[in-house]
């Protein structure tokens, strides 16, 4: 019940949204900050009130939705779930703070088209039955697509549609795997949608499901899906342009949570579903068997150096962001404690510093209306505030350790480097080439002498403030504390690698 | 003792929190040099307080920091002497350099702030000095490299400054780097990273099960990455470069970061990480750091610029440590450590000394650099500019007859010279130094090991350098007639807030202290149990006593050095640590390292004082060997001209290979599946052909509000693909 009421308050707040008079702007904003703080408090109850010692799901409501083909309407959180809810929910009330002064033209559609993406966020967080998963999933497709096409830069239109179309090819091929598992799941009448029965049914000795051949291709299929979401190399171009053209607010959206709904998903259906299928890409015995890896290893150093040469703020740490993902493939690929708790924190930290940074990008474009890196210098004597808040951000982002970005970066490669030593020693290239566009961009931006069509440039506002804190606050305590959140699910991710090797020692010793 | 190691952690920390709160709100901090200073001071008394309290056994305090499963991240404490030591040595050349910076500073925009980065450091210093482990250890030591990133580029208005912090960081980051792949080697075989025992094994106790000769190889690797995190930091060849040009930053900064504490990390790392050290990664530490030693001491002697003279002097001093604990003389290394840390602090303040007598307005940036105004933003590149102007207030060649215009700062660094030069008995720097002279000269003869003759050698030459490149700053500077009598006139003694630092530190250059501590085996060399004598070595087990030495009692050195032999007699095939002044190695290191200084201190006083010798005839007839040593052997050539550019250059072709190939395949795909689309539906207008995506965008939807279109077309086309998918399926289980 109390995760359905997370889920479907920023629905509920859309509604009201849609009937408040269109003019009543300042109250629009009221309401939806409202409506995503209700969330960003439950997610916060969740939090303490969540289990850490077991890995079963919590705060489960199963209730049946379209009898006919047995799907139901089933949510619950495990410790991923929980970890990726709260980003979410604490990512809510700072978009809306942040879209306060900067969405010019049609606040209401725009609220109630952030409400209902916010549901579609949570839900997929939640949903156990992969229907329903696969319902939320497409539902943070359409605001998003209006998001990016109404409100954003002026390639706008050829952005949103780019970003549409890629994530909608992606999803129809998991839409085709989704109902390739259905189908495989029993016999007519006893087919299931619901993940953890297929779960059980995809490991049980002799089923349909725990064929290796047919996991090889699901496996794929859903990964298509969710690599496009990622971004995972060569599925990664629609990323930048939607960044470069969206609003602040939905760029912070776009790197804190969505690209993390492709890691989700590897880990809640490749990985926990399709145990066989993940071995075939991850057991390092042949070049498939490299083959997640090296995606991960390519995402890292191909992203961080396409960062190094833009010279559009906002592109390049979209790029980072890109390299930055790389890091969570290469933890996941090593299927071992340390390298899938690497990965999920690496999830939970970028979504934080990324929005950190798309935040602070705005924050300069509100001002000078452009993001060309070059044209900058100097700025750090005239915005010293700013210019603090950005360092730690980067310090951050380029794996500081002592900051939260460098735990779940360092627990990735160190599972990582288990079981493929050459692409993480390679991989480690990304972590120079990180500190260097980073450090480069910061040079050009903040130091050296002033520029003079800056002279008057305003330093960074209270509001502009507010919605950066809780973020930086949050970048330093996990840096020191990070098993606030390692805590929430490593009950979980043992779990989850121990049933792996189970699997798949299992099916093997039966080869 | 939890309450003392608390409040040396916590003090420095707290002094910058305070500054960054009030800074987010705002509000400066008038008062943050008196907040700094006493938080240092007080963390400086604590570790006095420790070092008396310190059990002859280590104290590990440990919590868990990540647990995950089975494997838990433990962070702790780890106190023995060399921790002590360390910490007393980093807060009180801290306090010092507070209390200085407090007249140095005088006048500086960002005065406040200077004090709060100069806490974190210290801080993040302590902290890294503590650790029990491996991670702890990077955490502290990353925490540094970033606060001296931000004290290079204090004055970051500067070009050269702000060029110069990225390269420190960016250089120490390649070690790091490297670092962390060997911390991920030990990892990944031991399944934890603390180095002592506690609830579990450390890495020190799980290394004596290897054994074979795979397991050599690959502790071996391990070791020497983990030495490349101190390569980094501690600026061995060939990442050094950085070290130079981080004095772009406030001269305090260089005194305190870049020359006693952050600089010495990577020896202290090195030397921590002792048991570890097999035989052929102690031989490369050694061989990194006796090439240190005598590339730095080479361009030293032919710079100008008075900080980098030091700065050189620093690189070529830190090799000699490092050399050391390659050698296996773990304590010679860190008493070269402290007797430097004093003595080089006191180099490093004197010459801030020096710069702010002829700097009396307090503008220590901007005028000189006026010409750089018209310097284009977009010339900003990875490439950094070097070989720049030396800025007036630092050029020897405007110096001259200072002693009696500041005859403190005169005397101390005269002391300090003397003390670096090895100039014999009443100077620090002769013990530690002659410590490590014998310990690698007993090595050689131990094991009969041309390695290490060699690098005797090299080190021999090294300290003869040494010697006549700080006596020729000593003339250039302080001796002679003022070369620019218009600056000359504005020089003046400084104020006492940098005398007295400067007067602490040069009693702290004569050996009473030092002595203290590296004496009556207060520090003991942990086992090394992978260190084994070279096959053909001829180990001679009545080496150890010899009883030739010079009777040196009043110091207490022989005592010490007598216990530590009967000690450590036992194990010398181990080597573990096996110098002691009793040895005839130690007598020969002795005679030759005074006769060396001695004719370097002569050739100097030929040269730079009573000019009977010209420097300029000498740079002529050997033109090609001075252009090598001005020219720092060309490595900022070969890094800004090859590593930099062809980086840059990567990642150029990377982004046009994304924009053109890898989206250009996107888009055209795009366009491919649209025309298949329009040709089924019919729905696509095929007039407007401009752009490729573009056209789906500008038909199905047009931005006045006209939603209603999108989303009819938007669907279609969705139930379009999700009927061709269902086919497709179909298709599939037809064909399993």
Not at chain 2, 311 to 335: D, N
Request: proline share 4%.
């Amino acid at each position: 019940m109390l995760l359905s009421l997370m889920i479907f308050v920023p629905l509920l707040g859309m509604v009201v949204v849609l009937l408040l008079p269109r003019e009543s702007e300042e109250l629009i904003k009221r309401v939806t900050l409202l409506f995503t703080f209700i969330p960003l408090i439950l997610a916060v109850y969740l939090f303490i009130t969540y289990d850490r010692s077991t890995a079963a799901s919590q705060y489960i409501a199963n209730i049946t939705w379209i009898e006919k083909f047995n799907i139901n309407y089933h949510v619950g959180i495990d410790g991923l779930s929980v970890t990726l809810m709260l980003l979410t929910a604490l990512l809510g009330p700072i978009c809306v703070i942040a879209s306060w002064r900067n969405i010019e033209k049609g606040i209401k559609a725009y609220m109630a088209l952030f409400l209902m993406l916010e549901t579609g966020m949570l839900g997929f967080f939640a949903a156990m039955d992969l229907f329903l998963f696969y319902v939320f999933f497409e539902l943070t497709l359409l605001p998003m697509y209006f998001l990016i096409g109404v409100w954003g830069g002026p390639r706008r239109e050829y952005a949103a549609i780019k970003f549409f179309l890629y994530t909608l090819f992606g999803s129809v091929l998991m839409l085709v795997a989704m109902i390739a598992v259905y189908l495989a799941s029993g016999d007519p009448g006893a087919r299931t949608f619901d993940i953890p029965t297929l779960i059980a049914l995809a490991s049980t000795e002799g089923h349909a499901l725990n064929s290796l051949n047919f996991q090889i291709w699901v496996f794929l299929g859903f990964f298509i899906g969710f690599a496009v979401k990622v971004p995972i190399f060569p599925f990664h171009t629609w990323l930048p342009d939607a960044h470069v053209e969206a609003p602040t607010a939905i760029s912070v959206i776009l790197a804190g949570v969505l690209l993390k709904m492709g890691t989700y998903g590897l880990v809640r259906i490749n990985m926990a579903m399709f145990p066989l299928g993940l071995d075939r890409f991850t057991n390092g015995s042949d070049f498939w068997g490299y083959s997640l890896a090296l995606l991960g290893f390519i995402n890292i150093v191909y992203g961080s150096f396409c960062a190094l040469a833009q010279t559009d703020f906002k592109k390049l740490v979209a790029y980072s962001s890109i390299g930055h993902m790389g890091f969570v493939i290469l933890g996941l690929a090593a299927r071992n404690d340390t390298g899938v708790s690497g990965a999920i924190l690496q999830m939970f930290n970028h979504g934080v510093i990324s929005a950190m940074l798309f935040l602070l990008v705005g924050v300069l474009y509100d001002r000078a209306h452009h993001r060309e890196i070059n044209r900058f210098g100097g700025i750090g004597s005239k915005m010293p505030i700013y210019t603090g808040i950005t360092t730690l951000a980067f310090m951050a982002s380029l794996g500081l350790p002592g900051l939260s970005g460098f735990v779940g970066e360092a627990l990735s490669l160190l599972g990582a480097f288990a079981k493929y030593k050459t692409l993480t020693i390679l991989s480690t290239i990304g972590i120079v080439v990180g500190a260097a566009y980073f450090l480069w961009t910061l040079q050009r931006v903040f130091l050296g002498k002033l520029n003079p069509d800056y002279e008057d440039i305003p330093e960074i506002n209270k509001r502009e403030i507010l919605t950066l804190v809780p973020l930086g606050i949050l970048t330093i305590l996990l840096g020191v504390f990070p098993h606030i959140i390692i805590d929430m699910f490593s009950v979980s991710v043992t779990e989850l690698t121990n049933s792996l090797t189970e699997a798949i020692g299992t099916f093997q010793a039966n080869l | 003792m939890v309450v003392l190691i608390s409040i040396i952690l916590l003090a420095p920390l707290t002094a910058f929190a305070v500054y960054a709160l009030l800074g987010l709100a705002n509000k400066g901090n008038p008062r943050q040099d008196v907040l700094s200073t006493f938080a240092m001071l007080a963390a400086f008394i604590c570790s006095i307080l420790l070092f008396w309290q310190i059990d002859p056994k280590p104290v590990p305090l440990t919590i868990d920091w990540i647990s995950l499963g089975s494997i838990t991240f433990s962070m702790g404490f780890y106190l023995d002497s060399v921790t002590v030591i360390m910490l007393i040595v980093v807060t009180l050349v801290s306090s010092l350099v507070h209390i200085f910076s407090m007249g140095y500073m005088h006048g500086d925009p960002r005065y406040p702030r200077f004090f709060a980065f100069l806490s974190l450091f210290s801080f993040s210093m302590l902290f890294l000095v503590v650790s029990d482990n491996l991670l702890g250890i990077y955490i502290g030591w990353e925490l540094v490299g970033l606060c001296s990133y931000l004290l290079i580029g204090f004055w970051f208005e500067k070009d050269s400054a702000a060029n110069a912090c990225k390269k420190a960081f960016l250089t120490t980051r390649v070690g790091d780097v490297g670092m962390f792949v060997g911390m991920m080697m030990l990892f990944t075989k031991f399944k934890t990273l603390s180095l002592y025992d506690g609830a579990n094994a450390g890495i020190f106790t799980l290394v004596e099960g290897l054994s074979g000769t795979g397991d050599m190889l690959w502790l071996s690797v391990a070791g020497i990455l983990i030495f490349c995190g101190a390569v980094g930091k501690s600026a061995q060849v060939p990442l050094h470069t950085w070290l130079p040009d981080a004095m772009e930053g406030p001269t305090p900064v260089s005194a305190l970061i870049h020359a006693a504490t952050m600089v010495a990390a990577g020896v202290y790392l090195t030397a921590r990480m002792f048991p570890i050290l097999t035989t052929s990664s102690s031989l490369v530490i050694a061989y990194v750091g006796g090439i240190t030693a005598i590339v730095a001491a080479t361009i030293a002697i032919v710079r100008f610029d008075i900080k980098r003279v030091l700065a050189y002097s620093t690189v070529s001093q830190l090799g000699f440590m490092m050399l050391a604990i390659g050698a296996g003389s773990y304590v010679a290394g860190l008493f070269h450590l402290t007797t430097h840390a004093f003595f080089k602090a006191l180099l490093f303040l004197g010459s801030g000394s020096v710069i702010h007598a002829f700097h009396a307005m307090h503008t220590h940036h901007d005028e000189e650099h006026t010409d750089d105004a018209n310097h284009e933003h977009d010339d900003h590149s990875l490439v950094h500019e070097h070989g720049s102007e030396i800025p007036p207030d630092q050029d020897m060649r405007n110096m001259g007859g200072l002693r009696r215009k500041m005859p403190f700062t005169f005397i101390t660094m005269l002391i300090a010279t003397l003390s670096i030069s090895g100039v014999p008995f009443i100077f620090s720097g002769f013990w530690s130094k002659d410590k490590i002279l014998g310990g690698v000269l007993e090595r050689a003869m131990e094991w009969n090991s041309i390695h290490h003759y060699i690098l005797f050698v090299i080190a021999l030459i090294a300290a003869g350098i040494t010697a006549f490149y700080m006596f020729r700053l000593i003339f250039m500077t302080f001796f002679g007639e003022p070369k620019n009598q218009e600056m000359h006139e504005m020089a003046h003694e400084s104020p006492w807030v940098m005398t007295v630092p400067l007067l602490v530190l040069a009693f702290l250059s004569f050996p009473v202290v030092n002595h203290l501590w590296f004496n009556k085996d207060f520090v003991k060399p942990p086992m090394q149990h992978h260190i084994h004598a070279p096959e053909h070595a001829q180990v001679l087990p009545d080496s150890k006593t010899h009883n030739t030495e010079f009777s040196l009692a009043f110091l207490g050195v022989s005592e010490a050095n007598a216990a530590e032999g009967e000690e450590n007699g036992h194990d010398s095939a181990h080597g573990a640590d096996g110098h002691h002044g009793h040895s005839p190695a130690h007598t020969i290191a002795m005679i030759l390292s005074i006769i060396v200084a001695g004719f370097g201190i002569l050739l100097s006083w030929l040269f730079y004082h009573k000019r009977r010798l010209s420097a300029e005839a000498v740079s002529t007839t050997f033109r090609p060997v001075y252009n090598l040593f001005w020219n720092k052997y060309y490595f900022d050539e070969f890094y800004d001209g090859v590593l930099v550019a062809l980086t840059v250059w990567k990642s150029r072709l990377y982004a046009q290979f994304d924009g053109s190939v890898v989206d250009g395949i996107v888009n055209g795909v795009g366009t491919v599946t649209r025309d298949v689309f329009a040709a089924f539906t019919g729905f696509f207008d095929n007039s407007v052909v401009d752009g490729i995506v573009n056209r789906i965008a500008e038909v199905t939807w047009t931005i006045g509000g006209r939603i209603r279109r999108i989303q009819t077309g938007a669907i279609q086309t969705y139930l379009f693909v999700v009927i061709g998918g269902i086919v497709l399926i179909i298709l599939i289980f037809r064909v399993l």
